[in-house]
């Protein structure tokens, strides 16, 4: 008790009673005193707080007529009978406040003497709300301490533990009672506890929460494995502000962190796999798509990858002993160009010795995981011995077969190095899947490049034939593959006539490829075959519209066909659906033919072909071409014909040097189309 007050007019300061320290803090408790007749003597400022009276203004009155509700008078009288005869009560009784209302308090009331020595009694209440919010407090903060999953504990400002919950003696693997006393360090030093301690001091010097700092590494709970727990801090203070220390949360988030990893890895599978459509098979060229299938394993997933081909399945017409069982490397990546692996480059090949990985797996045609034991089992060429000092290096590796339309076609091997964790369930998936697309393209490619130079060698063989000697005419051609598509069904021709006459002949096959170099063969042979029978231009047209029908609905063909007669001087021409033919002149003038183009060949409109007569003197130059001369995407069909015209006014220079000159005027870079030209000049 601090001070007291008389019930004199002037106060006595030992008749009040002040705050009682740290238990006031926790609890508010009214303290008054009684003397023998009932009259209050001693009033504490909490009872003040707590009833509204003040000590000038209920010192010396009847305590039970200010407090006492009239209802429990007689209950009061009983009271204070027991208690000036020596009894001490205990209970829960209403206290009128000041304003009139009633405040319940748990009331202890003892005999105590008065100022005169008499038997009086001194009151301690407490407001009942205030004990059952405390008692609440009390046994909620025990549920949480010892019910909570969250691991709790209390620490003093030496930060050393006071406090700690069963769920945090779990995680830590040490008893509780092994905490108190002790600092973080000294608990579990396997976790990054020094800067956790570090942390932990700001919060004491700032007086401000942190929250979620990570603490990760082993404990005796789970010394195999790391965890990481999510640890909060906050200042634990009196209600004046006094810091006593800190408390501490903790959460074991390492199953979420594993599942958030998983999350990434998945969204990284993702869009890996969204990526490989669209970086592998960016062309038909086979050894750019296996290049982008390394690129796109190589480093992520991979340290490194090799894609290797069958050289039967490269080169399927030569399949015989000498290709078979054998791989050529077509691309791949190694971590270190200065290592060893260096020699291991593009276009080697090398055969499948008897028992290893590569003639299991493409045996077979199933996935093979090699782990640092198996990885040697990847040599395959006995000059590299060198290599196995890099193998020692990996610690796992995967060797995938390239599988398209049934066909096993080659083999894939990724590997990783030893620093690096082996190649799990789910990246097994990712490389089997990304093996498989390349395997698709990659056999896309093949089947193009077969069929391309299919094409090509059945073109040429068609095209390339020595132009014969004709009279009357000087000739020369070429023939230009689309550097960017495949081979059409562009070509052109001479045929000896009877009587002295030329036939020339210049025609275009819809469509590219192999199929489309057939039907251009086919109607060649039928050109040849008709012209030796000395049938018309027009009548050719015609035939040839019949054959072009019987190959087939979709077939479709342009054509021009001039039979050239030295003894007249003059040319007569059809042409079906083709670009018209050009004129030059000796004088330098450049003209097109005029009539109309009749439909191209296929159509079955039999009745629209017309035939044109020209005069061709002496000097005169007739120019018969394909329209992927005079055609491309950057500029018109008139600008183009507009650019031929150009070329021809030199018509006098020879030939070769011409047509040179043509095909450099009109044609980029990289042709876009087939390209098909025939030069006749008349001789003097």
Request: glycine residues 8%; negative net charge; proline residues 7%.
């Amino acid at each position: 008790m601090d001070t007291y007050q008389s019930t004199s007019e002037v106060p006595d300061p030992a008749a009040a009673v002040g705050y009682a320290g740290v238990l006031r803090e926790l609890l508010p408790i009214a303290l008054w005193r009684e003397d023998a007749e009932g009259r209050v003597v001693e009033w504490s400022l909490a009872a003040q707080d707590l009833l509204g009276h003040r000590p000038e203004d209920i010192l010396g009155r009847p305590g039970t007529a200010v407090l006492v509700p009239d209802a429990n008078r007689e209950l009061a009288e009983d009271l204070t009978r027991r208690v000036q005869a020596g009894e001490t009560v205990v209970g829960t009784l209403p206290v009128r406040h000041r304003d009139g209302h009633q405040v319940p308090m748990e009331m202890w009331i003892v005999p105590a003497a008065d100022p005169q020595g008499r038997t009086g009694a001194m009151l301690i209440a407490v407001e009942t709300s205030e004990v059952l919010h405390m008692r609440d407090s009390l046994a909620a903060l025990q549920s949480l301490f010892t019910q909570s999953p969250i691991g709790l504990a209390t620490l003093g400002p030496d930060l050393r533990f006071l406090r700690v919950n069963d769920a945090l003696a779990r995680m830590n693997g040490v008893p509780a009672a092994e905490h108190l006393g002790r600092r973080l360090t000294e608990v579990v030093p396997g976790v990054n506890a020094a800067a956790l301690e570090a942390t932990m001091r700001k919060v004491l010097e700032c007086g401000s929460a942190v929250v979620d700092v990570r603490r990760t590494g082993r404990t005796p709970a789970d010394p195999e494995h790391d965890r990481t727990w999510s640890c909060s801090y906050a200042p634990l203070l009196d209600g004046s502000g006094r810091r006593l220390g800190l408390i501490a949360s903790l959460i074991d988030i390492t199953e979420g962190q594993r599942a958030q990893l998983e999350a990434e890895r998945a969204r990284t599978r993702f869009d890996l796999l969204a990526e490989a459509g669209t970086r592998i098979g960016t062309t038909l060229d086979l050894r750019q798509t296996a290049q982008e299938i390394v690129d796109l394993l190589v480093p992520e997933l991979a340290d490194s990858a090799d894609v290797q081909l069958l050289e039967a399945v490269l080169e399927p017409d030569e399949a015989g002993a000498s290709t078979h069982g054998v791989l050529r490397r077509l691309a791949a990546a190694f971590p270190d160009p200065f290592a060893p692996t260096s020699r291991l480059k593009a276009g080697q090949t090398f055969r499948i010795p008897a028992g290893t990985a590569y003639e299991q797996v493409i045996k077979d045609g199933v996935p093979m995981n090699l782990y640092s034991a198996d990885v040697p089992a990847l040599i395959t060429d006995p000059r590299a011995d060198a290599l196995r000092a890099y193998l020692a290096t990996l610690g796992s590796a995967r060797m995938v077969p390239l599988v398209a339309r049934g066909k096993v076609l080659g083999a894939v091997a990724v590997t990783r190095l030893r620093g690096r964790e082996p190649f799990d369930a789910q990246d097994c998936v990712l490389v089997d899947e990304l093996v498989a697309r390349a395997a698709l393209n990659i056999d896309n490619a093949r089947m193009y490049t077969t069929q391309r130079q299919a094409a090509l060698t059945l073109q040429r063989s068609l095209t390339n034939s020595a132009l014969p000697e004709v009279p009357g005419l000087e000739l020369t051609g070429r023939y230009l593959p689309a550097s960017d598509h495949d081979v059409g069904g562009d070509w052109f021709d001479v045929i000896q006539l009877p009587r002295g006459r030329t036939g020339l002949v210049i025609g275009d096959v819809m469509g590219h490829g192999i199929h489309a170099a057939a039907v251009m063969g086919q109607l060649r042979t039928a050109v040849r075959t008709l012209a030796r029978q000395d049938v018309p231009p027009v009548r050719m047209m015609r035939a040839l519209d019949e054959v072009v029908a019987d190959l087939g609905e979709d077939e479709m063909a342009t054509c021009v066909y001039a039979v050239h007669d030295p003894a007249t001087g003059s040319c007569v021409i059809a042409r079906a659906g083709h670009p018209p033919p050009a004129v030059a002149g000796a004088d330098g003038s450049v003209t097109f033919l005029q009539g109309p183009p009749g439909p191209p060949l296929g159509t079955g409109r039999r009745d629209d072909w017309r035939a044109e007569e020209l005069p061709l003197p002496p000097g005169s130059l007739l120019a018969l071409y394909t329209d992927g001369l005079i055609e491309c995407r950057d500029r018109d069909l008139d600008e183009g014909m507009e650019r031929l015209a150009r070329a021809l006014r030199q018509a006098s220079r020879p030939l070769e040097e011409l047509v040179e000159e043509i095909l450099d005027q009109l044609l980029p870079s990289a042709a876009q189309d087939d390209v098909a030209v025939l030069l006749a000049r008349t001789r003097s």
